[in-house]
């Protein structure tokens, strides 16, 4: 019987992608290694990138002038790596308040920009997300955080 863990975090995978990652564990195309152990420099690996990036960049509608960062270590170390890495001094960032997460991710990020709360769904104890059309963007934001 197989286990669906619904908390945030991992998720629960379609057998066959199981499956195919077992039956790939030791042998990545026919590489004699693991996805893991090829060259991020590779052109299967970058082939691989690219092919992620697309994917992505279809599903959720994300137009060529925006960049796609595909950054390690969990969204909490992201807090910090993504004001650190995308603002100067000074800089502003806008963030909508959906609940525990952003309220850790603004925390975070208060340390090293100014925050706009462009959002915030207290209201509905967190059960709602914003219409596009009530968001309150700065223009000047280096960038939208929404968790």
Not at 18 to 36: H, I, K, N, P, T
Request: proline share 5%; net charge negative.
């Amino acid at each position: 019987m197989r286990v669906f863990n619904f908390s945030a975090g991992p998720a629960a995978l379609p057998l066959p992608v199981l499956e195919q990652a077992r039956d790939e564990m030791l042998d990545w195309r026919g590489s004699g290694m693991s996805v893991m152990e090829v060259s991020h420099r590779s052109k299967g690996f970058i082939a691989v990138a690219e092919q992620a990036e697309a994917d992505l960049r279809e599903l959720l509608a994300i137009p060529d002038s925006y960049k796609v960062l595909f950054l390690q270590g969990g969204a909490s170390a992201q807090f910090a790596a993504v004001p650190l890495n995308l603002c100067p001094a000074g800089a502003r960032a806008d963030y909508v308040d959906t609940g525990h997460w952003s309220q850790r991710a603004m925390a975070e990020a208060r340390r090293f920009v100014t925050v706009n709360v462009a959002a915030d769904t207290a209201a509905s104890r967190h059960t709602t997300v914003p219409a596009q059309a009530e968001l309150r963007l700065d223009a000047g934001a280096a960038y939208v955080h929404y968790t």
